[in-house]
């Protein structure tokens, strides 16, 4: 019995260590509010280089997305994102949209599909940027869209996680949701820390990144 037992737990043992492989690893240790937002260079949709620190002294939102999610289809049907996008920065801040669908993947556009769907949707980013490689996504964690992170005047990172508490597609529930990004924003704003919780759990289809080569 001991032996059978001992035979189940090894391939219980074998099983983790084969889905731990199997998930891509998103970050170092993963980035947490209060610590160093990590700086990067991504090109955007215009070929243009875009640095993260380049932004130093601006308060920055970085929204990842994928125009073929449903639940970013909730955020821009209803107007919700572009909402958000133009009241931050009527306040100064930076947006930048990333997307991280790699070729072949769903939500992957080229720069002018890219440049069409925000003018469709009335969007409001400063700028939109190609993450093809998936290297900032894994850099920062992101792992749904969408995955919102706010990062202060100073470079640090001030909120992650989701952009509301209804992780849901009903469009409906934009109109009760507590607005987590709207709310660090607003704390940033009177230059105040941003109040728990700093890190939710995002919520969303997952990134689509090009399968990990082993």
Known sequence: MSSQIAQRLSFAAIGAAMLMLASPVLARDGVRPGEPAPDF??????????????????TVVLEWTNHECPYVGKHYGTGTMQKLQNDARADGVTWLTIISSAAGQQGHVEGLEADK???????????????????????????????MFVIDKNGTLAYMGAIDDKPSTVRETVKSARPYVRQALAALKDGKKVAAPASTRPYGCSVKYAPSRS
């Open 41 to 58: 260079t991504v090109a955007d949709t215009h070929g243009a280089p875009v640095t993260l620190s380049s932004f130093k002294g601006k």
């Open 117 to 147: 769907l925000t003018a469709d949707r009335k969007a409001a980013p400063t700028a939109v940027l190609l993450d093809t490689d998936g290297k900032v996504g894994r850099l920062y964690g992101a792992t749904t869209t969408p995955h």
